[in-house]
Structure formats: structure tokens, C-alpha cells
């Protein structure tokens, strides 16, 4: 095994998502040259793999020195192999670490889209200042990343931070405390309550404040487990912040160390290509690569 300490210059950020695979070259810290191709998300294993060669052949140049991926699936981080890839059902077990360093001859690092985000924060967005935190992203489910010391923590299987899945009431939190929330309770469209919200619609407003309330516990939750500097919010809630984050906190309130609660922040990810740049951000440390 051999080890590659990877420098912050012209290295390539790949997030692949279930419709499109978005890249881009991550030079010294700048984000330059963004590309994207449509995924055939119903397509062969060998069809989806040569479009994201066709991404790559538009990115790669001599300078290039690492690959990093991102994918919404369970990872092998040390072998590269990605498996059940979501909105890609053909992705049932790729190999992909090994696939691409045969094409390219670079070194290459993959991992969950989650544990991305929170590198992405820590290397370009709010995290920066911070040694310990966690990124949450809060979309139509939660995913997140750890950081500790400094350093991400995957856990052995690359399944720690999946707090969605904890207990919580007569089912989990994901349910209560993501974008599944408006649908499971109130058999809503979370972006049309959001859009009601907007407009001052008292109903809309409510449910957020319901949510916030879940998700106050979930914060309370991490709190308990983590004990991180700050949370980071990413994902499609995050946007309507400001109608839940009055209940959130009042549910946090009764956290049981209270001068733990003076120091601890919640930040909003205000990072474009987030994606993007926290693939590529998985190049920005010493890595062990076979």
C-alpha cells in the first residue's frame, strides 16, 4: 500500500447524483471549468461508468492530480467500491476506484455524498474555523459527516452519522425530522407548504414549527453522541430556516449542559457546487491508495 499526500492544486470533484454528474477542476482552493452530463440513471452499469468517463475526459489535463467522487450510496472507502448506488439500480456493486485509475493512471478517492458535504464545509465553507462538527443535510432524508480533530470519520463500514435512522417516537428520525416530515404527517409537498410559507400562510407556517420541534430533538441527539463546536445545515431544508429555527432551539433549550449550549452554533452551508467541491476535498488530505 502506498500513501499520497495530495497538494490543494488542480485536482477534479465529481458528484454523482442519481440525474446528472456534475465536476469540475478545484485548482489551489478555486473552482473553475464546471461541467455536467445527464446520467441514464436506467442504463447499464458500462453505460453510466463511460458518462462519467466522458465528464472526466473534459476535465482532466496534465496537471491533474487526484479524482475525488462522491456518491449517494454505501462505499468501500480503502477498495473503492460503491454499492447500491441511488436512482441508479444497475449500480449494484461498481468498482469504481479501480475502473477509473486504470483509465486515467491517477489516484482516486470515493466516498459517500454525505461525508463530502462536511469535507466540502471544512475546506471551503463554514466549517472552516472549526476543528469538530458535523454536517447535516436535511432534504427528503439526513445525511451526514463527521469531522473530528480536523479529520473526517467515515466509521468502518463508511455508516457513521447516519442519525436519521435512530429511534425516535413510534418510528425514526428521518421521518420526523427531514423532508419526509410534510408528507408522512400532513400528506404535503414540503416545497409547496414552503411556498406557502413564504406568502405568510399560517397553516404552512405551523408545520415548520412542528418540524422544528423534530428536529430540535434530532440536534439533541447529536449533541448527546458528538458533542461537536457546530452543526452545518445543507440540503433543500435549509432554505426555509427561518420558519423553523425559533422552535428548534426552544426544543434544544432543555439540553442537559446548558454552558455546553453559550459555545454551540448552528451555521447554514452558503456554498455553491457544494457537491462539487466536497468530492474534491477528499484529495486535500494524506491518503492511504493501493
Request: aromatic share 12%; net charge negative; hydrophobic share 40%.
Amino acid at each position: 500500500m502506498q500513501e499520497y499526500k495530495f497538494i490543494k492544486m488542480n485536482v477534479i470533484g465529481i458528484d454523482l447524483g442519481g440525474t446528472n454528474i456534475r465536476g469540475a477542476v478545484v485548482d489551489n482552493s478555486v473552482l473553475a471549468d464546471v461541467q455536467s452530463v445527464r446520467v441514464s440513471s436506467s442504463g447499464t452499469e458500462d453505460e453510466v461508468l463511460q458518462e462519467l468517463f466522458h465528464l472526466v475526459d473534459q476535465l482532466v489535463n496534465n496537471d491533474t492530480t487526484a479524482i475525488g467522487i462522491g456518491v449517494p450510496s454505501v462505499v468501500d472507502i480503502e477498495k473503492g467500491i460503491v454499492y447500491d448506488v441511488q436512482n441508479i439500480p444497475s449500480w449494484k456493486e461498481v468498482h469504481l476506484k479501480k475502473h477509473i485509475e486504470e483509465e486515467y493512471h491517477l489516484p482516486v478517492l470515493i466516498n459517500n455524498d454525505a461525508n463530502c458535504f462536511a469535507l466540502g464545509e471544512k475546506y471551503f465553507g463554514q466549517g472552516k474555523n472549526y476543528h469538530s462538527f458535523i454536517g447535516l443535510t436535511i432534504g427528503t432524508g439526513i445525511g451526514a459527516g463527521i469531522i473530528v480533530n480536523d479529520k473526517l470519520y467515515a466509521g468502518a463500514n463508511c455508516g457513521a452519522g447516519e442519525f436519521g435512522m435512530v429511534n425516535y417516537l413510534d418510528k425514526y428520525f428521518e421521518y420526523y425530522a427531514s423532508g419526509q416530515f410534510f408528507k408522512n404527517v400532513y400528506q404535503a409537498d414540503g416545497e409547496k407548504v414552503f411556498e406557502q410559507a413564504e406568502k405568510g400562510g399560517k397553516a404552512a407556517i405551523k408545520m415548520f414549527e412542528e418540524f422544528g420541534t423534530h428536529l430540535g430533538n434530532a440536534v439533541k441527539m447529536i449533541l448527546y453522541t458528538y458533542d461537536p463546536e457546530i452543526i452545518i445545515f445543507g440540503g433543500s431544508v435549509k432554505d426555509a430556516y427561518s420558519f423553523y429555527k425559533d422552535a428548534m432551539w426552544e426544543e434544544i433549550k432543555d439540553y442537559a449542559y446548558p454552558k455546553s449550549l453559550e459555545k454551540f452554533q448552528i451555521k447554514i452551508s452558503d456554498l455553491k457546487n457544494s457537491g462539487v467541491l466536497g468530492a474534491a476535498a477528499l484529495c486535500y488530505n494524506e491518503k492511504p491508495s493501493d
